[in-house]
């Protein structure tokens, strides 16, 4: 993560940032956010799951989608789903310099960090955008490596699974996957709410993204994630509102039930989160 990040006064009054005021306020918090980001480079070209961007400016997933392609669409960034990646185009020139002299020794720190970045589809264009400014003497082809170098963030995401995995098998006790665990305190503190019979591949995605959400800020809080103890909290702040529980029909249609799929909706998901760590850092002080 990088301490700070420049945004030139100009931004609001003139050029692309002018346009992107036009756009929306989406839009500005977006721009204003990829060139802050917690998850930002130097470079402008990094990996920015939109998950994250929703949480992170409070746009929701709504907003931040649609922020990010008002953006998209004035130039101002290049976004690939596939591989998560965003590159602000002009960015490294507002981070470092228009150009700099060949001796000057920033050149090989840039050349440096672009050999490092993750596979994308970004990487032969960024090289041809500011070869001549940045004086970069190797470009990288998106298809070099056989698969995309991890992020810090991934990397420690993997070494505390390894270690909560190794600490559990220590303990003689059976792993308990992150979908176990939300099925098992939801079906537990909500028993008013529909029950999850079958696990679909959509339901699974919507519980991955939620504890890829989950895990991600509960790390920048500096508390541990643990599957059982925070699906317990957040599932009983979810018991906390009659609505959230099940105890409310829906008048329009009788037989509806409160479900899963509602709870882990983006929409609110952040909301309850952020109660649910709070409660657990309050326990446990």
């Known amino acids: 993560m990088r301490d700070y990040g420049k945004v030139n006064p100009k931004f609001w009054t003139s050029g692309t940032g002018k346009e992107i005021r036009k756009r929306g306020p989406e839009a500005l918090v977006v721009a204003l956010y990829l060139m802050t980001s917690p998850h930002s480079n130097m470079l402008g070209l990094y990996i920015q799951p939109v998950m994250y961007m929703a949480y992170e400016t409070g746009l929701g997933l709504e907003g931040a989608s649609k922020g990010l392609s008002e953006c998209i669409d004035t130039g101002f960034c290049r976004y690939d789903d596939e591989t998560e990646t965003v590159w602000v185009v002009e960015m490294a020139k507002y981070q470092i310099a228009n150009e700099l002299k060949a001796s000057d020794n920033r050149c090989a720190g840039i050349q440096k960090e672009y050999d490092a970045l993750h596979d994308n589809p970004f990487l032969v264009d960024f090289f041809t955008h500011y070869q001549r400014a940045f004086h970069l003497s190797k470009p990288r082809s998106e298809e070099a490596p056989s698969e995309p170098l991890p992020s810090q963030e991934q990397e420690q995401e993997q070494e505390q699974e390894q270690e909560q995995e190794q600490e559990q098998e220590g303990a003689g006790r059976k792993t308990t ?12 503190i909500l028993p008013n709410c529909q029950r999850i019979a079958v696990l679909n591949d ?26 059982a103890q925070f699906w317990a909290a957040y599932f009983g702040e979810c018991a906390k509102d009659p609505w959230m529980r099940g105890e409310r029909t829906n008048p329009n249609n009788p037989t509806w039930k409160q479900n899963l799929d509602v709870l882990l909706a983006e929409d609110r998901f952040a909301g309850v989160m952020d109660r649910a760590i709070a409660a657990m850092q309050q326990e446990a002080a």
């Open 177 to 188: 996957s992150d979908a176990d665990a939300v099925l098992a305190a939801y079906h537990r």
């Open 202 to 227: 959509k339901r699974r995605k919507r519980i991955a993204a939620a504890v890829k959400l989950a895990k991600a800020v509960c790390r920048q809080q500096g508390w541990p994630y643990e599957p």
